[in-house]
């Protein structure tokens, strides 16, 4: 029954591998799979004069035009080619790093065929080494698809699957490993006896036979360590600076002090949720700065403060027409004077404070609009 379980828990290894494999090859950027629907969609025209197919050209400029293209951007990365190549190196140590655990589980598959087991208990054991070849060549696949990427959402979307392909194999295997291979006894008996058993069994302090297959299934999730830590030290983008006239209004950019470190295109004032690695884009510590800021810095103006995401501002490059984006705009307008209006009624625990706090926070997407 022990085999059985291990057999069923590996092989929810090259399951998962296989699933991020498609999900990778159907969404990732550059992938061929993308480009086989050449179907155009239907554009709204923008004028009376333009058809449907958006192909004419413009006779008069759109009112709805408010998108500015720098604003649909992140910002422009500061020293690119420096962030690339420690990004590169480290991706060449992943390489080599995903050769020894595929190493290894070849050794433990040869092992075990030429063991001393016979009938199913050598069946069951040789299918685990062989349900892992699959997941280690999709994540040597990806490994060497990941060196050539050089643009920040091919690459992060490769550094995604990769942790998560390693993170599954290493806890199945660690699990695995620590499990006891006995079962346990049916009538445990009481603490004293048990002790005395345990403390009188000559096999206590033997270790296990150093056999070629005991080390290298010893070794299989201990190799899985350091492949899991290169990627997961592995940084979403380079860092980015954005002007500040780009998305706040003059009334704003004007009041800017001129030593201001927002203002130098050679320091990020983007947010470092561009630049974070996986653990702190699940954490959220890349916004532990921005609250270690609160309590040392002298001021905290919006000039201060990290700029959002181009994803997380109200106009996006995704959106196909500016008329969306100006709806949406409408539209929170309109549910925010409806909240405030409600906050500031005659609820009870609810006063003006709460109330300029959500509005605050709710507006402050738009401000550049």
């Known amino acids: 029954m022990a085999d059985l379980v291990a057999v069923i828990s590996t092989a929810f290894i090259p399951l998962a591998s296989f699933i991020s494999l498609s999900i990778?090859?159907?969404?990732?950027?550059?992938?061929?799979?993308?480009?086989?629907?050449?179907?155009?969609?239907?554009?709204?025209?923008?004028?009376?004069?333009?058809?449907?197919?958006?192909?004419?050209?413009?006779?008069?400029?759109?009112?709805?035009?408010?998108?500015?293209?720098?604003?649909?951007?992140?910002?422009?990365?500061?020293?690119p080619e420096k962030f690339w190549a420690s990004m590169w190196k480290r991706k060449?140590?992943?390489?080599?790093?995903?050769v020894p655990p595929l190493t290894c589980n070849i050794l433990l598959l040869v092992f075990t065929a030429l063991g001393d087991l016979k009938g199913e208990d050598k069946t069951i054991a040789i299918l685990v080494p062989v349900l892992l070849i699959p997941?280690?060549?999709?994540?040597?696949?990806?490994?060497?698809?990941?060196?050539g990427e050089n643009d920040t959402p091919s690459h992060w979307s490769t550094t995604i699957h990769l942790s998560s392909n390693l993170f599954v194999q290493f806890?199945?295997?660690?699990?695995?490993?620590?499990?006891?291979?006995?079962?346990?006894?049916?009538?445990p008996p009481s603490a004293p006896s048990l002790l005395f058993a345990i403390f009188t069994r000559r096999?206590?302090?033997?270790?296990?036979?150093?056999?070629?297959?005991?080390?290298?299934?010893?070794?299989?999730?201990?190799?899985?360590?350091?492949?899991?830590?290169?990627?997961?030290f592995?940084?979403?983008?380079?860092?980015?600076?954005?002007?500040?006239?780009?998305?706040?209004?003059?009334?704003?950019?004007?009041?800017?002090?001129?030593?201001?470190?927002a203002l130098d295109p050679g320091k990020t004032n983007v947010t470092q949720e561009v630049q974070a690695t996986v653990p702190e884009w699940l954490l959220f510590s890349y916004a532990t700065d921005v609250v270690r800021q609160g309590y040392v810095a002298e001021s905290m103006d919006i000039w201060d403060l990290p700029i959002l995401q181009a994803s997380m501002r109200e106009i996006r490059?995704?959106?196909?027409?500016?008329?969306?984006?100006?709806?949406?705009?409408?539209?929170?307008?309109?549910?925010?004077?409806?909240?405030v209006r409600y906050m500031d009624g005659p609820r009870e625990g609810l006063g003006s404070g709460r109330a300029s706090t959500f509005c605050g926070s709710s507006l402050e997407p738009i401000l550049g609009h």
């Open 234 to 261: 592995v940084r979403r983008g380079p860092p980015l600076y954005l002007a500040l006239d780009a998305i706040y209004p003059p009334k704003i950019t004007d009041a800017v002090p001129s030593n201001s470190a």
């Open 92 to 98: 060449v140590a992943l390489l080599v790093a995903l």
């Open 317 to 339: 490059k995704s959106e196909p027409n500016p008329r969306y984006s100006l709806m949406c705009t409408q539209a929170r307008c309109r549910v925010t004077r409806r909240c």
């Open 171 to 187: 806890i199945v295997l660690a699990i695995f490993a620590l499990l006891p291979s006995t079962p346990l006894p049916s009538a």
């Open 203 to 232: 096999s206590l302090f033997n270790l296990t036979p150093l056999t070629p297959l005991n080390v290298s299934k010893t070794l299989l999730p201990i190799l899985h360590i350091p492949p899991l830590l290169i990627v997961l």
């Open 24 to 79: 990778y090859l159907s969404i990732h950027p550059s992938s061929p799979f993308r480009h086989l629907d050449s179907k155009r969609r239907i554009a709204l025209p923008i004028h009376r004069e333009e058809p449907l197919n958006g192909t004419s050209d413009k006779t008069e400029e759109d009112p709805f035009d408010i998108v500015n293209p720098v604003v649909c951007d992140d910002g422009t990365p500061v020293e």
């Open 135 to 147: 997941a280690h060549l999709v994540a040597l696949f990806m490994g060497f698809v990941y060196l």
